[in-house]
């Protein structure tokens, strides 16, 4: 089976390399980004297996972003991964279209878990 | 002292004086000055008017009683005659009855000066209608936030108050209602709050209507009172936001600090030193503590700010008790004790927010592993209650059947009785509790999140031998019913 694609796109840097890190080591092909434009550009440009994003972005904060792919056809599965972590946050996020939410802080074994959950459907 | 005949036709010249002091009593006048002009015209050498009980001033030769509580004394020249001087004195009693009266009404509206300064002073906007619907009082403070000048409404029937109100596009018609409401009832005292735009300012006013007795238990009229509760409104709010930002901008550092350490842990374990192992395990924890405090802190503050959205639904309790205890696995192994699931088969489905009770049952799990000496047994209980008489004794009074009770129960140091009386009060701390951590943040929030489903949370401890944490829940609304069987024919 391919190795899976995973686009990332979160603006601090350490956790950037950290969710970059806990992927790898599982098997992933990670494409990173910290801007938000940017993110929304490859995802249309190299259609990802699977979105991450943090909400809290330059340019284009992630709710925009995943409404944008989310409006097209055959779009990936999106998960929001956010320090916002207030039940209507949640909601918001998963309104705008994102198929799962994860609140920072996070552990290795819970992102893999969202992310293996969101790859099988 | 003589007796007093009656005059039957009073002279015309007396009768005109009367008129005249009647006038000047009506429209005021001392009352020193009317005996003056009624002294002269009789010919008297004076005239007083002294309490009715008081001892006549030396000299006097007349007394006339009774003026309320009063009296005249009259001291006469020796040519003039008592009794004739009596007769005339008699035609001008009601004078002085007015007068009299009328300068306690002075009294009483000094009073009612005085009553209104201080109302005014208290700068809340009130309204006082009296029992036959008439805007009896109103504060300057009310014509601030309504924009009706007071001179419109008082003495005026309610309705013109109610309509004039309404015709304010920028008040709420919160306000025309609550006085529509209860204009009529003299019973209920009721309160709430509402927004306004006034001089073109947002407020936020807090209101309470009461109807108001005497002493003597006749009833005063109706009080409306508004309270200017903006600046209160914006420090809470502000309180939030502020939890919110704070709570926010230190997930993302503590995101890397947990994240990393967890990653060095289930990556490189093998290859670490164990002194490395054990320094990054606690690092770990810590992170993890910090995160516990941060949220706990988040939900009191929601708690406070009546912000907690809480989503009941059908569900199925030993599933999130479940949840909850997979979850706390690795706290049970590393505290080495044993958690033990007694749920009763067969529960009925209850009616709660999932993520709200998996966090009550989190709480008292965690609370049960902290004070649990090592290796301890931990149990969870669940019962389907049906009548009050399964209920344990220590159970509130105000507890709910049928419900589902879910017990919390642990072999670990226990709680003293003085602390088992403070337990759910936020920030509480027992002595124990100072020294393993914690703010005191846990039980409250145990507890308002319990009384939100409503149910009830209490404890049973003994020292020494552990403690119980029980808490009820509502059955599904379907559940509350039980199809009995048909009876045998």
């Known amino acids: 089976m391919a190795t ?7 603006d601090e840097a350490h956790i950037l390399l950290l969710i970059q890190r806990m992927l790898e080591s599982a098997g992933y092909a990670i494409r990173a980004t910290m801007n938000g434009g940017e993110a929304l550009r490859l995802a249309q440009q190299e259609h990802p297996d699977l979105i991450l994003l943090d909400i809290m972005l330059p340019e284009q904060n992630g709710l925009q972003i995943c409404r944008n792919i989310k409006s097209e056809p055959d779009a990936p599965p999106i998960i929001l991964i956010s320090a916002l972590g207030q039940q209507m946050d949640v909601e918001a996020g998963l309104a705008a279209g994102a198929d799962d939410y994860i609140i920072k802080p996070f552990s ?7 992310v293996e959950r969101a790859l099988r459907s | 002292m003589d007796a007093i005949p009656i005059q039957p036709q009073p002279a015309r010249e007396d009768l005109q004086l009367f008129h005249t002091l009647s006038v000047l009593a009506a429209a005021g006048h001392p009352i020193a000055e009317l ?3 009624l002294g002269q015209h009789l010919g008297v050498s004076s005239i007083d008017i002294l309490p009715a009980s008081a001892a006549p001033p030396p000299g006097t030769r007349l007394v006339m009683a009774p003026l309320s509580h009063n009296a005249l004394y009259l001291t006469l020249p020796p040519d003039l005659d008592a009794a004739a001087t009596a007769a005339r004195l008699s035609v001008f009693i009601p004078v002085f ?3 009299t009266t009328r300068s306690q009404n002075v009294d009483v509206s000094e009073e009612r000066d005085r009553f209104e300064a201080v109302l005014e002073a208290t700068n809340d906007a009130i309204v006082l209608l009296t029992p036959a619907g008439i805007v009896g009082l109103v504060t300057s403070q009310f014509e601030t936030f309504t924009g009706i000048p007071r001179h419109q409404i008082t003495g005026h029937p309610v309705s013109k108050l109610i309509h004039l109100i309404a015709a304010q596009p920028n008040l709420n018609t919160q306000m025309v209602n609550l006085f529509q409401a209860l204009t009529d009832n003299w019973i209920e005292s009721l309160g709430g709050e509402f927004e306004i735009t006034s001089d073109f300012q947002h407020r936020v006013l807090v209101w309470y209507s009461l109807p108001v007795y005497s002493q003597g238990g006749s009833l005063v009229g109706r009080v409306f009172a508004f309270r200017d509760a903006t600046h209160e409104r914006d420090v809470d709010r502000m309180q939030t936001e502020f939890v919110a930002l704070v709570s926010h901008e230190l997930r993302t550092p503590l995101t890397s600090v947990k994240g990393f350490s967890d990653l060095i842990l289930e990556s490189h374990f093998s290859t670490l030193h164990p002194d490395v192992r054990e320094y990054i395990e606690i690092i770990a924890i810590n992170a993890n503590r910090i995160i516990d405090l941060i949220n706990d802190i988040l939900d009191i503050t929601r708690i406070d700010s009546d912000r907690v959205d809480l989503k009941p639904c059908r569900c199925s309790l030993p599933a999130i008790i479940e949840q909850v205890t997979n979850h706390l696995e690795y706290r049970f192994k590393r505290h080495r004790h044993t958690l033990l699931l007694d749920l009763q088969a067969e529960l009925p489905l209850v009616w709660v927010d999932q993520t709200r009770l998996a966090q009550v049952i989190t709480n008292l799990l965690t609370n049960a592993i902290k004070y649990t000496l090592e290796p301890g ?5 669940a019962r389907f209650i049906q009548t009050s008489e399964q209920l344990p004794p220590e159970a509130p009074r105000n507890q709910i059947v049928p419900c589902v009770m879910v017990m919390v129960e642990d072999s670990g140091i226990g709680i003293s009785p003085e602390d088992q009386q403070n337990l759910f009060k936020r920030f509480y701390r027992t002595e124990k509790s100072r020294l393993i951590g914690g703010i005191g943040l846990g039980l409250a929030i145990v507890k308002a999140f319990v009384e939100m489903h409503g149910g009830c949370v209490w404890v049973k401890s003994t020292v020494g ?11 599904a609304p379907q559940e509350s019913y039980r199809l009995l069987p048909e009876p045998e024919l």
């Open chain 1, 108 to 114: 290795p074994r819970s992102l893999i878990e969202h």
């Open chain 2, 465 to 475: 031998q552990g403690s119980c944490f029980s808490f009820s829940v509502p059955l």
């Open chain 1, 4 to 10: 899976k694609r995973i686009l990332v796109a979160e």
């Open chain 2, 35 to 37: 005996l003056q002009l």
């Open chain 2, 377 to 381: 047994h931990i149990t969870v209980r």
């Open chain 2, 97 to 99: 009855t007015l007068a």
